[in-house]
């Protein structure tokens, strides 16, 4: 049998189990909010007690908050950042009210702790309440979206390294693969010749570019309106505390927390959440099309491309005996996907602020922590679980370059295009190469061919074999 002990607020009394940390406020939310699963992301329930822990000594500091009150508040506040109480958070994610229900509960959970630390009762809040000393100097509208910063740069740091690691394969796999010829692919048809490794190193650029964009946008998630309260003006808050709680802040994360210049602006805007989403979503797409790639790439093996190997990582068919999926782009193709969507929800919240506030700040903080979270973890087993593992069929790749006819490209700088399509199509028709019906018809001898057929010819800016065969059309 449950418990109850009564708590007041407002609105009259309710019923809070006696063991429960949280308290009327978070009480409340748990009935209004009963939508999902779904509960407040973890590192933002730890950067927002990180938060607090900050405000109660700056607090301290400008003489706001006597010591013994102010330092259980603190161990109260460590034990919630390193992971304790956690299934005290019930508030579910998509809540209305800017964050206010998870800034109570957060409040709440602080102050029956800290209380306990000083040897009382949970909900004696004579000792120690949830707004008078927890909030002091606070507004949900100041500490909520310095908290969402402060767990969105680490993830963002997290996710550059990770990126920057998997480049770092995709460079490894660039040298390993550097003398392959392969073919080229446009449009799902025959291109023009590459090397296998120019295909990697081509991937490795473009997670290059997701790595710098997400390590520049991270300064801006560095500027936080924490001392700004309810608007931005800093009303019910003293300078000396703001000045404290910044400095508290630095040193608690140890990240580069700075003062916004303009807190107001900050408080009402959310821009700088929607431009990270869009550069995780940007990662995301790259995701997506470089794990579609390698599984074109491998499709098979004996009916498809089969230019590279995957690595195995488990059984692929209940029924198809040593089936085999690429089930690691499958998934990293799932993520990138549901990144995507998440990004969609980032921008309709951030557009839908009203003057002074964006009420939507907790969908913004679920949706950005979550699409971090799965990116983060994604990047890394694609890189160690795939992508690491890849190895090269080299004999499949000179296969399908010699069964494609695409090196008539190279021939139609010598001989024109029709000249070259001719060749293509005879070379078609009798089943030979392009090579040979090129020689048959007199274009050019067996080493001008070879000279304009070498792999690094065909495979670098200009004419290939320029330097040793005659650019002029010649006579069959």
């Known amino acids: 049998m449950i418990n109850f002990r ?13 063991g429960a940390y949280w308290g009327i406020h978070t009480q409340r939310a748990m009935k209004n909010f009963a939508v999902s699963a779904f509960r407040v992301p973890g590192e933002m329930i730890t950067a927002l007690a990180e938060v607090k822990e900050a405000c109660a000594l700056a607090n301290m500091r400008a003489g706001l908050l006597d010591k013994g009150t102010g330092e259980a508040i603190v161990a109260a506040a460590k034990e919630v950042a390193s992971g304790a109480l956690a299934d005290q958070f019930v508030v ?17 959970v602080l102050a029956n702790r800290a209380i306990e630390v000083l040897g009382g009762q ?18 949900t509208n100041d500490v909520y979206p310095t908290a969402l910063k402060v767990a969105a740069v680490r993830l963002v740091i997290t996710l550059s390294e990770n990126i920057a690691r998997l480049q770092g394969s995709f460079q490894d796999k660039e040298k390993e693969f550097a003398g392959i010829l392969k073919l080229g692919r446009t449009e799902m048809r025959d291109a023009v010749p590459i090397m296998l490794g120019q295909e990697f190193g081509a991937y490795a650029e473009a997670f ?21 309260t309810a608007v931005g003006t800093g009303l019910n808050a003293h300078r000396e505390y703001i000045a404290y709680a910044i400095e508290e802040l630095q040193s608690i994360t140890g ?8 807190m107001i602006d900050i408080t009402q805007n959310a821009d ?8 995780v ?20 093996p004996g009916g498809g491309l089969a230019e590279i190997r995957l690595p195995v990582r488990q059984e692929g068919s209940s029924i198809m005996p040593d089936k085999a999926n690429p089930v690691i782009s499958e998934m990293a193709s799932s993520v990138a996907f549901q990144v995507m969507s998440l990004d969609h929800a980032v921008t309709l919240a951030a557009s839908s602020g009203q003057l002074e506030l964006n009420a939507f700040m907790p969908l913004i903080a679920f949706n950005l922590l979550t699409a971090l979270k799965i990116m983060v973890n994604a990047v890394s087993i694609f890189r160690t679980e795939l992508v690491d593992g890849i190895t090269a069929d080299e004999g499949r790749c000179r296969q399908w370059l010699e069964e494609s006819l695409c090196l008539a490209t190279a021939l139609a700088p010598y001989v024109g295009h ?5 060749i293509s199509r005879t070379a078609r028709a009798e089943g030979k190469t392009i090579g040979e019906v090129a020689a048959e018809k007199g274009y050019f001898s067996p080493e001008e061919i070879g000279s304009i057929f070498a792999s690094r010819e065909l495979t670098r800016p200009g004419i290939a074999g320029s330097k040793k065969v005659k650019r002029q059309e010649k006579e069959k």
Request: proline share 2%; glycine share 8%; net charge negative.
């Open 92 to 108: 579910d994610a998509f809540q209305g009210g800017a964050g206010t229900s998870t800034n109570m509960n957060m409040n709440e």
């Open 208 to 228: 290059a570019r997701d790595r710098w964009r997400l390590f520049k946008a991270e300064e801006r998630l560095r500027q936080v309106n924490l001392g700004g």
């Open 281 to 300: 979503k940007a990662a995301s797409v790259n995701l997506a099309k470089i794990s579609a790639d390698l599984r074109l790439l491998s499709m098979g």
């Open 122 to 139: 949970k909900g004696d809040y004579r000792l120690v309440n949830p707004l008078d000393h927890v909030n002091l100097s606070q507004s």
């Open 6 to 18: 009564t708590e007041r607020d407002m609105l009259g009394e309710m019923e809070v189990p006696v």
């Open 418 to 422: 029709e000249a070259a399509s001719e």
């Open 255 to 262: 990240l580069g927390i700075a003062r916004a210049e303009n």
């Open 272 to 279: 700088v959440f929607a431009e990270v989403s869009a550069l």
